[in-house]
């Protein structure tokens, strides 16, 4: 398609777009480094929290999970349907601000249900997020560089999550584990402005004569069809339990048994997530776009095959007692597990018409963040809780290695999706 081309119906012509692309996506990446920064922080915060607050493993699950992925994954859909029918950038800063500032009241907790309910206003205002970003991204991104620019602005995950886990842990051993949610929130609502200011609204294409935006049922039903859609949402899903899981335990299990303190922690964590996520996301994108153009279903086989690589160096991060060695071992699952999101992003947001990118996004979203969120971190916890008697102070790690088994689960369908993916991909062509 030309820059001056008339895209397919919903879709704007290149040369109409209100900006480059560029800013616009470091903008959005930028939002994402916070939203990113302030879910993952608990984790790095977690013994001081318990310490403080006396709360158990499952207590701390449940504020990493279900807390806030209750609210975050269902607004979710009909704040992308909203963004969808309105303004998609006023839609993301509205929530920017929300999630901030209940990022930064989570600092005057005083038990767990204050800080559960905090958590849960930090859900409420991510909700807003994401989605509408990957429609925005859908809008100034043709088709071919799509799953890279999606891996670009996913980098948000582990920049933020690195950010998250270092400067969350300075804060703490310097000062208090409160100021480091107060500092991270308030960096949050400043940056509203300038996005407002940057990332503007695609125009899009107004309906012709007796045609309507598509609903939201609608929208639900034309997915419902698609064995595609529910292979790709449930391999993600199976795949983020376990990446969530590990994502916010893995801080705690390297204190408990490889007896690093906080700063240690958050060096070793964070130059993880920082060094093997950045490459794993940007290498998923890049081969992404490159197979999945000579064939669409690569588009989940890529990712399949990255899930089966990362279980032996899974295992043996979990089990070695040496803290140089997990390092290194660790680093290439972590980059590993980012692999699926450029390349499985993009082809979610292909099962639909551009006009359906967000709602359609939401809905992959809801079920790969209900399921991967809201059960893998409070699983893991729970399973910790149920060996200690067994294992002792070792139940951690064991719990990690039994939820191994979630990356074969979603191996499996993600390589059922891509046959699939073949038959019900939408061509913008």
Not at 144 to 170: C, D, E, H, Q, W
Request: with cysteine.
């Amino acid at each position: 398609m030309s820059d001056t081309a008339q895209g397919p119906a919903g879709e704007t012509p290149r040369s109409a777009l209100p900006a480059r692309p560029g800013p616009v996506l470091g903008m959005l990446l930028v939002v994402y480094v916070f939203n990113f920064l302030d879910r993952q922080i608990l984790s790095i915060l977690a013994a001081p929290i318990q310490a403080d607050l006396g709360l158990s493993d499952s207590q701390m699950g449940l504020l990493g999970g279900i807390a806030f992925a209750l609210l975050y994954s269902t607004l979710a859909v009909p704040l992308a349907w909203t963004a969808d029918k309105t303004s998609r950038s006023w839609v993301i800063t509205i929530s920017l601000v929300l999630w901030s500032g209940f990022t930064a009241l989570c600092g005057l907790a005083q038990n767990f249900w204050s800080i559960f309910l905090a958590r849960l206003g930090v859900g409420v205002g991510e909700a807003g997020g994401v989605a509408p970003s990957y429609a925005i991204i859908g809008d100034y991104f043709p088709s071919n560089k799509r799953a890279f620019a999606l891996s670009i602005y996913s980098l948000g995950i582990p920049l933020g999550s690195a950010l998250g886990v270092m400067t969350g842990g300075y804060i703490a051993q310097a000062v208090d584990w409160r100021v480091a949610f107060m500092v991270v929130g308030l960096l949050g609502i400043f940056i509203a402005v300038p996005f407002k200011l940057i990332v503007k609204d695609v125009p899009r294409k107004a309906p012709a004569a007796g045609e309507e935006n598509p609903g939201f049922r609608a929208i639900a039903g034309v997915l419902a069809k698609k064995p595609s859609f529910w292979l790709l949402s449930f391999g993600a899903a199976s795949s983020s339990m376990l990446g969530y899981g590990v994502a916010f335990w893995l801080p705690s299990l390297l204190q408990r048994s490889f007896g690093l303190d906080l700063i240690q922690t958050s060096q070793f964590y964070g130059a993880v997530l920082l060094f093997g996520g950045t490459a794993g996301v940007l290498l998923g994108g890049w081969a992404g776009d490159r197979l999945g153009g000579r064939d669409k279903a690569w588009y989940s086989w890529l990712p399949a095959m990255a899930f089966l690589a990362a279980l032996p160096f899974y295992i043996g991060g979990i089990v070695s007692s040496s803290v140089m060695t997990a390092f290194i071992l660790f680093l290439v699952p972590q980059a590993f597990a980012y692999i699926w999101i450029g390349p499985v992003l993009s082809a979610v947001q292909h099962l639909v018409e551009p006009r359906a990118r967000a709602t359609a996004s939401s809905l992959f979203l809801l079920i790969n963040n209900l399921i991967g969120l809201g059960g893998g971190i409070f699983a893991l916890g729970a399973l910790s809780d149920a060996l200690k008697p067994v294992y002792g102070n070792e139940a951690l790690r064991y719990s990690m290695l039994y939820a191994l088994g979630l990356y074969g689960l979603a191996a499996l369908l993600l390589a059922l999706a891509g046959r699939q993916l073949r038959k019900d991909w939408v061509s913008e062509t």
